[in-house]
């Protein structure tokens, strides 16, 4: 059975499984990539995204947004706030399965590795310096830049071109890894809140060994600025009339 809603669920699960599974397959000991470095971590996301879209789609979701602040944007950029709800608590639910299954796939490695940060790294982001102001900074502008600049691959000045179309899943991926690449180094840069908040929960829950604080002083600054960052995408895209 498809529809919207289970794309958005089967696509946020296959992003977060995929995407957090490389962050825990370059952080925790004894991995067989451990340590493998910042260029797997971008391009696992990137290959996250790419699949977790084409999942959605084929689950039912011809939209694809698989993100809180993607379907936030692009209500705000439309008007058309219907679909906000049901997407959103999709995305959430399915992100937390994801979140689960990295459990599960790594479930010998977190006794094996001794610090907390490292585990808590595999479920959401966490500033390198502590500053409210910047790091939420930090997390509004890859968010603003990923909707933003999705929103103009589809763009009818793109699409009249023939540069979207089939290639979407692939174009976004790569937005992801430049993304990642180019801004991700201050705070870990979610871009998603659903992934930060959802997957947070998962590591509040887990009985995972050794894990630590879910550091939740963090948390609000991780899914506002993801929130604001694909507000202001929308409304940029509405008022530009892109």
Same mark, same amino acid.
Not at 24 to 31: P, Q
């Given at each position: 059975?498809?529809?919207?809603?289970?794309?958005?669920?089967?696509?946020?699960?296959?992003?977060?499984?995929l995407g957090n599974g490389a962050i825990?397959?370059?952080?925790?000991?004894?991995?067989k990539?451990?340590?493998?470095?910042?260029?797997?971590?971008?391009?696992?996301?990137?290959?996250?995204?790419m699949a977790g879209i084409f999942t959605a789609i084929a689950c039912g979701s011809r939209d694809a947004h698989i993100n809180p602040a993607v379907t936030l944007g692009i209500a705000l950029e439309s008007g058309n706030f219907s679909k906000l709800g049901p997407y959103i608590a999709a995305q959430m639910l399915g992100a937390f399965a994801g979140s689960v299954l990295v459990w599960i796939q790594f479930l010998p490695h977190w006794?094996?590795?001794?610090? &907390?940060? *490292?585990? $808590?790294?595999?479920?959401?982001? @966490?500033?390198a310096f502590p500053r409210r102001m910047t790091n939420l900074v930090s997390e509004i502008i890859p968010t603003f830049l990923l909707v933003f600049v999705a929103l103009c691959i589809f763009s009818r000045a793109n699409l009249a071109g023939g540069l979207a179309g089939g290639l979407t899943p692939f174009l976004i991926g790569a937005l992801v890894?430049?993304?990642?690449?180019?801004?991700?180094?201050?705070?870990?840069?979610?871009?998603? &809140?659903? *992934?930060? $908040?959802?997957?947070?929960?998962? @590591?509040?829950?887990?009985?995972?060994?050794?894990?630590?604080?879910s550091d939740w002083a963090y948390a609000p600054i991780s899914v506002l600025g993801?929130?604001?960052?694909?507000a202001l995408a929308g409304l940029a895209i509405r008022f530009l009339h892109i």
């Open positions: 059975m498809t529809s919207p809603v289970v794309g958005e669920f089967m696509g946020t699960l296959v992003l977060v499984l825990a397959n370059i952080s925790l000991a004894r991995s990539a451990e340590g493998a470095g910042w260029m797997a971590v971008s391009a696992g996301w990137a290959f996250a995204a006794a094996e590795t001794p610090d &907390p940060m *490292r585990k $808590l790294g595999c479920f959401c982001s @966490h500033p890894w430049g993304l990642i690449l180019s801004l991700a180094g201050t705070t870990g840069s979610s871009m998603n &809140p659903a *992934r930060d $908040l959802s997957s947070r929960i998962a @590591h509040a829950i887990l009985p995972i060994a050794g894990k630590g604080s993801t929130l604001i960052g694909g």
